[in-house]
């Protein structure tokens, strides 16, 4: 049967609970604070009461809102958006409630994007006010695209139901809103998103002139929440296109600038965010504005990883940003790596500041090869590998020690550009491949805990893939006993997945002679 009954179930208020619209007048009158305090610890007994309910029964009727294949049927649909619609934004712990049922169905239900049959100007239902519900739906959707961005920027809601929030913004703009002049994520980002991310920079830069003895943590996640809700406006307007491309292109080189000074303007705004630079607050990764930076370029590589759009419109983005984010690379500081007549061959290479590198390595991943060009591909590559130097000194705390907070991040992206070069361009990487053995084994032996196997896995990728490269075997039979010494020592790792790859990439070394 239809799970309708079940969402007005989840939905319904206990007996001698205040409805919504009591709520609402309490509101327009200015009142809603003035509550007993009984009532208000009721209402949010209620409240959290529910949303525990929702996220034992949600999982069991989502799929049944969220089946492209057999989608449910538009009234149901435009239910739900009228329902949204009405307690969007929340008036109440028990509006908030609602929301944590509605938000998510709504947002398996416009994902699917409209049905065939609605495409070609029906919905299906054969009613006579078949085009007025449309109209009114799309009215109701568009209105409601300020609200979903500033509910999902919300810190006191439920995070689920801020994540189902992003995901409705993200379907509203991409599948049905109608393709106009004005991208209606602009709109979003000009209201809501742009503000608050130059307000939270503007908290993170006093908390840390007053000696960090303010809101500096909840400046600082308000500041990454932002971040990932700019992205996905930025993808969103990817993904429409026409219009609406000059909108992806500037939260692209809003989060890119960033990325590489930290410091840029807000799109659609005339606000700056600048974070703030401390003393000793170096380019590597360790201090807090260089995570921030870490966290931007993270935030472009959601924007620019979303699947679907145009098939050029990463081709574009990648044109716009590598000049700078190519230069940013350039600069950096040297590494501090002791030189000696043991070192690695790459330790006097200057090292690319870690917010720009992580940056660039999401564009390498995302842009297609061909279209960067060989010149290109060979400064990318260049970049990666002296970002992998990087990484092996951020990990250096590993093991028994602390590490830097954005080693796992930077790594990642490091690694998985290798990875692609290797596999589509491996003339760019071959040059220097053999070079790099030392490091991956050191990024190896700093990889120890479960939440390090992922690493751990792109780094036996990569020293698997660099034997196969044009003309790099001869150099990597000088790195044969230390690679075999230390897949020796892998095959002991607790991971199976991990001693599995390390016994296949053990057979591929002694292969070499």
């Not at 294949?69 to 028990?94: F, K």
């Not at 500037?250 to 005339?270: H, I, M, Q, R, W």
């Not at 199976?496 to 070394?509: F, G, M, P, S």
Request: net charge negative; hydrophobic share 40%; charged share 20%.
């Amino acid at each position: 049967g239809s799970p309708d009954p079940i969402v007005v179930a989840l939905c319904r208020r206990p007996e001698g609970g205040e409805s919504s619209t009591d709520a609402a007048a309490r509101k327009a009158m200015g009142m809603s604070r003035l509550a007993l305090p009984k009532e208000r610890r009721r209402e949010k007994d209620e409240a959290d009461a529910a949303i525990r309910r929702s996220r034992l029964i949600l999982p069991h009727i989502l799929p049944a809102y969220g089946n492209a294949a057999a989608p449910p049927p538009p009234s149901t649909r435009l239910s739900l958006v009228r329902r949204t619609a009405q307690i969007l934004p929340p008036l109440s712990e028990w509006d908030a409630a609602q929301l944590c049922v509605l938000l998510p169905l709504m947002a398996a239900v416009l994902g699917n994007g409209r049905s065939p049959s609605e495409e070609e100007g029906g919905d299906g239902d054969g009613g006579k006010g078949d085009g007025e519900e449309e109209d009114e739906e799309l009215a109701a959707l568009g209105e409601m695209v300020p609200s979903l961005a500033d509910f999902a920027l919300s810190p006191h809601d439920d995070a689920r139901a801020r994540s189902a929030a992003a995901s409705c913004l993200f379907a509203v703009i991409v599948h049905w809103l109608p393709m106009g002049s004005v991208c209606p994520a602009l709109g979003a980002l000009r209201g809501k998103v742009s503000p608050a991310i130059a307000d939270a920079a503007s908290r993170i830069g006093k908390d840390s002139e007053d000696g960090g003895g303010g809101d500096g943590s909840s400046a600082m996640a308000a500041f990454e929440d932002a971040l990932s809700l700019i992205a996905l406006l930025g993808s969103a307007a990817a993904c429409r296109g026409g219009p609406s491309s000059p909108t992806s292109d500037a939260v692209a080189k809003f989060l890119s600038g960033l990325a590489c000074s930290g410091s840029a303007a807000a799109p659609g705004t005339d606000a700056v965010a600048s974070l703030p630079e401390t003393a000793g607050d170096d380019d590597d990764g360790t201090g807090s504005s260089s995570l921030l930076r870490v966290s931007a370029a993270s935030a472009l590589g959601s924007l620019l990883s979303v699947e679907g759009g145009g098939p050029f419109w990463r081709q574009r983005t990648a044109h716009v940003l590598l000049p700078g984010l190519l230069e940013a690379c350039a600069g950096g500081s040297e590494s501090p790596s002791a030189a000696g007549a043991g070192a690695p061959p790459y330790h006097d290479k200057t090292l690319p500041p870690a917010g720009a590198l992580t940056a660039l390595c999401h564009v390498g991943c995302c842009a297609p090869a061909a279209a960067l060009g060989e010149r290109r591909r060979f400064e990318i590559a260049d970049a990666a590998a002296r970002g992998l130097v990087l990484c092996a000194e951020l990990g250096e705390g590993r093991p028994g020690g602390s590490s830097s907070p954005s080693f796992s991040v930077v790594s990642s992206a490091v690694l998985s550009c290798m990875i692609k070069f290797m596999a589509v361009s491996p003339d760019s990487v071959s040059s220097f491949a053999s070079a790099l053995v030392p490091y991956l084994l050191k990024m190896c032996a700093i990889c120890t805990t479960s939440e390090d196997v992922p690493l751990h896995l792109m780094t036996l990728q990569c020293l698997d893939g660099i034997i196969h490269l044009p003309g790099a075997r001869k150099g990597c039979k000088v790195q044969k006993p230390a690679v075999m010494l230390h897949l020796a020592s892998a095959i002991d790792h607790p991971s199976h997945t991990v001693r599995q790859a390390a016994v296949q990439v053990k057979n591929e070394w002694c292969m070499l002679s």
